[in-house]
Structures are given as structure tokens and as C-alpha cells.
């Protein structure tokens, strides 16, 4: 099978959804899988990866909101014929279309849907979700409860409508497909409006449990482990940014953007600055769009903050994951946190919040989870500092957790899921892909309680 995947959630040079799709196109490569991706770009091009993947730059505007280093494809640039994107569809033929977008790209689902794609028949549509619209709404937009009320109806009335199978990248993400959908979750709607649309999308007529699943997506790149720790390093990189060679580096390594609870971050170091016991300094490799902000709270904190920016050589973030004394991760709704992994993997004593996409593998054998708060973040790194027993333990369980959830063992059961779908969207056709609107079919009975 050939497959197809889209997504406004791609930069050529960073983020974590561009380098699980990078690493896929490895893998096709090696493994003969014809996929193709679709990205938006500054222009028109083709990128040609390999023998059996390839990536599709369309020309697209910058995003005028939230992090405008991101380009973003309007539905305008599929909706009408002639458009470059239904060009490349109806050149490649995928059997399966994979979108990651719960917003602009997700009109693609639904023409397709209603046959508005006509010459390029039915393909499987799936959903790829890396992300929950209710915490997006809560960090971008409202912290009102209307915010999470607008999320499950957007969810469970259109979103979830749309799709054959939906894969997610955590449990916790996954989520978000049943409190939107499932009658028992949603107690006040309105069950004629939901069956409206569902009927009007031509909903897959089979229970949602039927059609979820989870995957982490990605692993820890082989290079990051325990060998990448160097006393050389951790000299050459304290003379780099000027801190003393006594200090104690925490490491943080991620977007600096609303959704990731860096406040924490600033939070913990005002707690472990008041400590005369050891030099603490925050080491931080990123950008985004609360930079400014970030590094403004620490103009009262004198020298404690030094700023990488977004680093593109991986040998040297692995050296700085193996070699730095703490890694922290604030985020408490991450969806699944591979620089985690990558962390782990490097034998890096790892800070984080006890809820999120992380506890599918982390949990209090193989790192220090806390309520994500300023305190209780410095009280656990004080922790790893002073009890060796407990951080050799840990992190030695770490190491193994990342062995574990290796990239080639997670991509390869990607595939076979894809297969899995495949095979039961064919023998089941029927309850997938029909013409006629469903008049009198009970979406909200069928899908589940």
C-alpha cells in the first residue's frame, strides 16, 4: 500500500512531528514502504528522499498567529481543481491519506467523505493526532470552561466524524477521541445534532473502540546514550557559556511556547537560587514564541540562564543530555515527549510532571515525577544531587525504558497498523465508504457508550 500524509505541522528545520516523519521515510526507505508526506512551504518543490518516500513542499503563507516561524496550508489550496495538492494526489494514488490537523487540513477528510474527490477515489482517511484541541484552546486561546465545551463538540460532532481510524501518540491523547464522542461523557448534548452530522459526513459505522489506537511514533535516536558522556564536554560547554566549572547544569530542551508550562522553569530556579549549596545554572536549547518572555523573567537571576537556541548538530545535544546533571520537562499535558526518551536513553536524570502522554513509559522507577510547581521541581533535583543510590537506580531503569521503545520497534509496529486498518477497511467496506446518507442510523448508539 501507498500512503499519504499531511500535516501544518512541519518545519524543514525542527520540531518533533518533523522528525517522526523523517525518521518514517527512513524507514520506508529501508523497509520498501511507498509513503509521500505533504508540508506546507516557501515554494512549490520536491524533495526527494529516498527510493520509496519523498516530501511534497507546497507553497503556503506564514502562520499570522501564535509561532509565525511555521507556514500553514489553507483549504483553498485543495478544495477547487487545478490545486497543486489535488495534482499530487491524483499523480501518486495513496490507498491511505493520513492527517495531522484537526483545523484546516481536516476539510480534506470531509470532501473526500461526501465524493468531492471524485478521480481519486475512496482512500482510507486516518487521523494522526500529536496534539488535544482542549489543551490548545486552554493555552492559546481560554481558560474558560466554554473553551473546553467548544473542543468536544468540534471534536466529537466533526473531527471525529471524518475519519476511518484514528492513531494517537499516547493514551492520554487518545483520550480526547472518546470524552468528545461517547454519549456518557457528553451527557447534555444534543443526540439528534450529533447524529445530523454524522450522518451528513457518512460516519464509519463501526464502535470507536474498533478504531483507536496509540503509538508513541518515535523513539530515541540510537546516536543519544550513556557513551555520549564526556568530562571533556561537560568542560568544554561550562567555558562556552561562561558558567564555572563547579556549577550544576539543568538542562531543558523543547519550544518555549505557551503550551509547554515553562513558567515552571522560572519558577524552580528562583527556589534554587536561595540553595548556597551547590551553583545552579538552567541550560536551555530552543526557541519559540515565549523566547522574550522567558528570558526577561530572569534578567533578576544574573547569569543563571544561558540560551542555546534551536540546535541543529545532534551530537552535540546528545553530549548536552549525557552530560548535564538534571534534565527537566514541565510540561504536564505533553502528548508524548520523546526529548524525554532522548534524555533517558543519554542516562540523564529526568524532572517531570506525574500526568500526560510521558506516564505511557515513565513512572517513579525510572525518573522523579512531581506535581509540575516551581517547589517541587527544585525539591527533586536536590534529590538527584544528593541521593547517588537513588539516581543510579533510576536512571540505570531509564536507560533500559528507552532500549525498550526503540525507534526501529515503534516504527515497524507503525506500519503494521497501518496494514491492520487497511485490511479491515477492505473486508469491511461497506461500513466505511457508502453513498447514501445514513438516515436512520443511531451514530450515538453504535459508536459506543
Not at 13 to 29: D, P, V
Not at 135 to 155: E, Q
Not at 160 to 176: G, M, W
Not at 263 to 289: I, S
Request: glycine letters at 6%.
Amino acid at each position: 500500500m501507498k500512503t499519504a500524509h499531511i500535516t501544518n505541522y512541519y518545519h524543514k528545520t525542527s520540531g518533533g512531528i518533523r522528525t517522526f516523519y523523517l525518521q518514517m521515510m527512513e524507514y520506508a526507505g529501508r523497509h520498501q514502504r511507498n509513503m509521500f508526506l505533504i508540508v506546507p512551504g516557501e515554494k512549490d518543490e520536491v524533495e526527494i528522499v529516498n527510493d520509496y518516500a519523498k516530501i511534497y513542499y507546497v507553497s503556503a503563507m506564514k502562520s499570522p498567529l501564535f509561532d509565525t516561524r511555521y507556514r500553514i496550508i489553507m483549504p483553498w489550496q485543495f478544495m477547487s481543481h487545478g490545486t497543486r495538492i489535488r495534482e499530487i494526489l491524483l499523480e501518486e494514488k495513496p490507498d491511505m491519506i493520513e492527517i495531522c490537523d484537526k483545523y484546516l487540513i481536516s476539510f480534506m477528510a470531509a470532501m473526500i467523505r461526501k465524493h468531492a474527490f471524485s478521480k481519486l477515489g475512496r482512500p482510507m482517511l486516518v487521523h494522526f493526532s500529536c496534539e488535544r484541541m482542549d489543551v490548545n484552546i486552554d493555552a492559546f486561546l481560554t481558560h474558560s470552561k466554554i473553551g473546553n465545551w467548544f473542543a468536544r463538540r468540534m471534536m466529537g460532532n466533526y473531527n471525529v466524524s471524518l475519519y476511518d481510524f484514528f492513531i494517537a501518540v499516547s493514551p492520554y491523547i487518545a483520550e480526547e477521541y472518546f470524552a468528545a464522542t461517547l454519549e456518557k461523557n457528553n451527557p447534555k448534548r444534543s443526540k439528534a445534532f450529533f447524529n445530523w452530522c454524522w450522518r451528513f459526513f457518512r460516519g464509519t459505522k463501526l464502535p470507536l473502540e474498533d478504531r483507536v489506537f496509540w503509538n508513541l511514533r518515535t523513539g530515541p535516536d540510537p546516536l543519544f546514550s550513556t557513551d555520549n558522556y564526556s568530562e571533556e564536554f561537560k568542560k568544554s560547554i561550562r567555558e562556552e557559556v561562561g558558567i564555572p566549572q563547579d556549577s550544576k547544569i539543568i538542562f531543558y530542551a523543547g519550544r518555549l511556547s505557551p503550551e509547554k508550562n515553562i513558567e515552571v522553569l522560572v519558577e524552580m530556579m528562583k527556589v534554587l537560587r536561595q540553595d548556597k549549596t551547590n551553583d545552579y545554572r538552567m541550560l536551555v536549547a530552543g526557541d519559540g514564541p515565549k523566547k522574550d518572555w522567558f528570558v526577561e523573567q530572569f534578567r533578576q537571576m544574573p547569569d543563571v540562564l544561558k540560551m542555546l537556541g534551536h540546535i541543529t548538530d545532534k551530537q552535540k545535544l546528545a553530549n548536552l543530555y549525557a552530560s548535564c546533571e538534571v534534565f527537566v520537562h514541565p510540561n504536564p499535558r505533553e502528548p508524548s515527549g520523546n526529548g524525554v526518551l532522548e534524555a533517558m536513553a543519554s542516562g540523564a536524570p529526568v524532572v517531570a510532571p506525574n500526568s500526560g502522554g510521558i506516564l505511557t513509559y515513565a513512572n517513579t522507577d525510572n525518573a522523579w515525577l512531581v506535581e509540575p510547581t516551581g517547589e517541587n521541581f527544585a525539591n527533586a533535583v536536590r534529590d538527584i544531587l544528593t541521593n547517588e543510590e537513588k539516581r543510579k537506580e533510576k536512571t540505570a531503569n531509564a536507560v533500559q525504558t528507552a532500549k525498550e521503545n526503540n525507534r526501529e520497534k515503534i516504527l515497524g509496529e507503525v506500519f503494521e497498523l497501518y496494514e491492520k486498518m487497511f485490511e479491515r477497511f477492505q473486508s469491511e467496506n461497506d461500513k466505511f465508504n457508502y453513498r447514501e446518507k445514513a438516515k436512520d442510523f443511531d451514530f450515538a448508539e453504535n459508536i459506543g457508550k
